[in-house]
């Protein structure tokens, strides 16, 4: 699947009303923030990539992350319902993590965020 550029969080103030207005789950390798958005508004599923060279290190290690993340949301962005908005912030243990580990770290944070319909 792609990630379309209609599901990037461009904007400085869409990065803050997702911290500010949304909740969070902890993993080991990210922090996960999502928050719904209005009705009016598209009802597809963004995403923003976050990593902070306090948590990560220099340009290169975070842009590793940053894409790292974007695949793993790339791959199970079907997790996610449409309408919300994820924020995915890198940790420093997500370098250590193999792809295989960091997905089902994705899916397991997903799981109980958006726990599926029964």
Partial sequence: MRFRPEQHLRRQADFSRVRERGRREQCEAFTLWHVARPADEPQTTR?????????????????????????VFRHHQRLAPPGHDLLLVARTALSRLAPAALERKFADACGKIFPPAK
């Fill in 47 to 71: 995403a923003g990539f976050v990593a902070s060279r306090a948590a990560v290190g220099g340009a290169v290690a975070r842009n590793r992350a940053k894409r790292r993340l974007r695949e």
